[in-house]
Nanobody
Framework: QVQLVESGGGLVQAGGSLRLSCAAS????????MAWFRQAPGKERLFVAG????????FYEDSVKGRFTVSRDNAKNTVSLQMNSLTPEDTAVYYC???????????????????WGQGTQVTVSS
């Protein structure tokens, strides 16, 4: 397994931007599929974005397409989520996840991931 630590959350006004980062430690980070999930109070944890191990493929939940961008730097063992045009509906705890797998059906399923970070709070005020 890989250990994951998220950072970069905070309070931002609607229309603003935040960049989340996830630092990984452990072996073979570059071979993992990586993803971001989020969980709002009282709701289930939902897929936000995913990126393949070579960054050749990215996947997004429909509501964040065109606003969020996921990227990774395998040399630095990090994965990032650039979030623009934020709305109050984006308020949640954001989690970084790592797993082995591929394909569009793999990324959105939280049960496919072996490692999770502790989460970082993102709050968007109206």
């Amino acid at each position: 397994q890989v250990q994951l630590v998220e950072s970069g959350g905070g309070l931002v006004q609607a229309g603003g931007s935040l960049r989340l980062s996830c630092a990984a430690s452990g072996r073979a980070f570059s071979s993992y599929a990586m993803a971001w999930f989020r969980q709002a109070p009282g709701k289930e944890r939902l897929f936000v974005a995913g990126i393949s191990w070579r960054s050749s493929k990215t996947f997004y939940e429909d509501s964040v397409k065109g606003r969020f961008t996921v990227s990774r730097d395998n040399a630095k063992n990090t994965v990032s989520l650039q979030m623009n045009s934020l709305t109050p509906e984006d308020t949640a705890v954001y989690y970084c996840a790592a797993g082995y797998g591929s394909g569009s059906f793999y990324y959105p399923a939280s049960e496919n991931y072996d490692s999770w970070g502790q989460g970082t709070q993102v709050t968007v005020s109206s």
